[in-house]
């Protein structure tokens, strides 16, 4: 078939290599320049996921994939659009939907008859048949009579998209039953994957959201349980492990805080459409935002003499390891509460260079011999530093372990105070 894939951001890309793999002609249309050229040559930056680079330079030579930022022109020639752009949010009142906006004008200005457009960007609900149908239908064509439209949300990770595509099924709802239907059979019979059809758009947009409110609540629970458990001299990853042992308990894991272009965002959408159910939510979501600072008055009353004037090293500014992307990351929020607690900020992360640790603001403090520091935060514990080399290194005196990954008789062994969040 021939698809349009609009955005070609993190996610967007991928979808694009996976449909080629697939066997489909593929255009992936994209309104940054240096953004399609990096994709041209193929910039190991981009190429994230395993067998995306084969599947995109197969691709190129066979002539089944190009680039464009003539959205238009390349819905025009498709039989399936797929919008996968970027939604952003602060809090529920500040959602910013000028890329969805923007490429919604683009394809109603393309869009030919027989066509099916597919949302996978992440919204609020009712957003598809309420925000984008009316831009569709604005230069004149019908839905049901023109073209079709139905949502399926992404429900992947970067840097492992082609294995959670195969691996979730595809949630797909669209304007009415025939959307659904031709949505469907594109995922189904096209990729070949997994597809759950469901009532309508609304409904595949709620499943979104709640999957993901669902995670930043849990987490945010976690989060209070575990500061309970520091006043009562409690490890709380201990009491978690053992309630999880029941099966009506699922709580997640505690940490310094959540990152990502998801959890820490999506939340807001589903405010910002259920408010009157949004309490419990938007708590979780302050308190899960809180947790720097909590880590970070933590670490200060755990080393004598506080943070003033103290060299504090942070371990991975990517928000988990393997995974070059700062989004929200913790690590970056990190930074004013210890400068105005009166530290240096250091930092390390094996995914990054010190010019882009630099311009973060950190004092780039990379291995193998890393720098002196007071004190260290383990923000994501990559695997190049889970052997505690560091420790030694530094000469820090106190750890903070901000994700419960360490062992805390191996840290105090090496000479260094243990401090957990929880524990």
């Known amino acids: 078939m021939r698809v349009t894939v609009v955005g070609l951001g993190r996610l967007g890309l991928p979808l694009a290599g996976f449909y080629l793999a697939a066997g489909h002609d593929v255009t992936g249309s994209d309104v940054s320049p240096s953004r399609r050229s990096v994709i041209d040559r193929l910039d190991d930056e981009l190429l994230l996921e395993p067998e995306l680079r084969e599947s995109l330079a197969a691709g190129a030579a066979t002539g089944r994939w190009r680039t464009t930022s003539d959205t238009a022109a390349a819905v025009a020639n498709a039989e399936i659009v797929i919008v996968i752009v970027p939604v952003h949010a602060t809090s529920a009142d500040d959602i910013d939907f000028s890329a969805l906006d923007g490429a919604s004008e683009d394809i109603s200005r393309g869009l030919g008859t027989g066509t099916t457009v597919v949302i996978e960007s992440t919204v609020p609900a009712r957003t598809t048949r309420d925000r984008v149908l009316p831009v569709l239908e604005r230069g004149g064509r019908k839905h049901g009579r023109d073209f079709w439209m139905a949502y399926s949300p992404e429900r992947v990770s970067v840097g492992v998209v082609f294995r959670d595509l195969r691996t979730y099924p595809k949630i797909v709802g669209g304007i009415d039953e025939e959307a659904t239907r031709r949505a469907a059979r594109f995922y189904r019979e096209g990729l070949g994957l997994e597809t759950w059809e469901v009532a309508n758009a609304e409904t595949a947009e709620f499943v979104k959201l709640i999957e993901t409110t669902y995670r930043d609540t849990n987490i945010g629970l976690a989060n209070a349980f575990a500061r309970a458990a520091d006043g009562l001299g409690v490890d709380a990853t201990e009491a978690i492990r053992c309630a999880n042992s029941q099966p009506y308990s699922h709580i997640h894991s505690p940490g310094v805080g959540v990152g990502g272009n998801c959890i820490p965002v999506y939340p807001y959408f589903y405010a910002a459409r259920s408010p009157e159910s949004a309490d419990i939510v938007l708590s ?140």
């Open 284 to 423: 979780a979501r302050e308190q899960n935002d809180e947790m720097v600072d909590y880590a970070v008055e933590r670490l200060a009353s755990g080393r004598k003499g506080g943070l003033a004037g103290a060299r504090v090293l942070i371990l991975g500014v990517t928000y988990r390891p393997g995974v070059k992307d700062t989004a929200n990351s913790p690590a970056i929020r990190l930074l004013k509460p210890l400068r105005d607690a009166g530290a240096v900020v250091l930092a390390a992360d094996p995914l990054l260079t010190p010019d882009e640790l630099s311009a973060f603001g950190f004092t780039p403090a990379q291995g193998p011999g890393f720098a002196r520091a007071d004190a260290v935060i383990v923000q994501a514990l990559a695997p190049e530093y889970a052997d505690l080399a560091w420790l030694a290194a530094t000469g820090a005196s106190v750890v903070l372990d901000g994700r419960n990954v360490l062992d805390p008789e191996r840290v105090r062994r090496a000479g260094a105070a243990y401090l957990g969040i929880g524990r």
